[in-house]
């Protein structure tokens, strides 16, 4: 059975630390995947619009926007897409080009009902990343 672990560079943000701690193992547990499990994207729903740059900030990711499609020559291991509700067809698919192609991890900064819109106007990308998150947390419990 796995235990959840505290990571010693990255502290809690006020309120929901428990799903901030689930992030961090999480995060973890995808690095430490062998490079044929694809499941390396975390759906992380929040509605705190300065919570990417405090990530980001602490954990030494690459923090990027909606618009910018995802490089898959990225040489962070970790990338952290801020408002990934507002993310376009390119950008979602250049995730899941990355996650093939890499062995880095994703963490979506999203809204609840973003997936349900992903999946209303792109099925196809949609049910790609379905398959490849790892885990989606609720940072607003």
Known sequence: MKTKKQSKNLDPPAGGSEAFEDLVFAI?????????????????????????????????????GPARPLDSNCASALVIVEKAANCSLE????????????????VLLTTPAT?????????IVAAQIRRRTHLTIDFNR
Request: hydrophobic share 40%; proline share 5%; charged share 25%.
């Open 91 to 106: 950008m979602l698919e250049s995730i899941v080009v990355f996650v093939n192609r890499t062995r880095g991890v994703v």
């Open 28 to 64: 973890e547990e995808c690095l430490a995947k062998p490079s044929y499990d694809y499941q390396r994207i975390i759906i992380f729903q929040t509605r705190s619009p300065t919570l990417g740059p405090q990530l980001a900030r602490r954990s030494g990711a690459a923090l990027v």
């Open 115 to 123: 997936f349900t819109r992903w999946h209303d106007r792109w099925r």
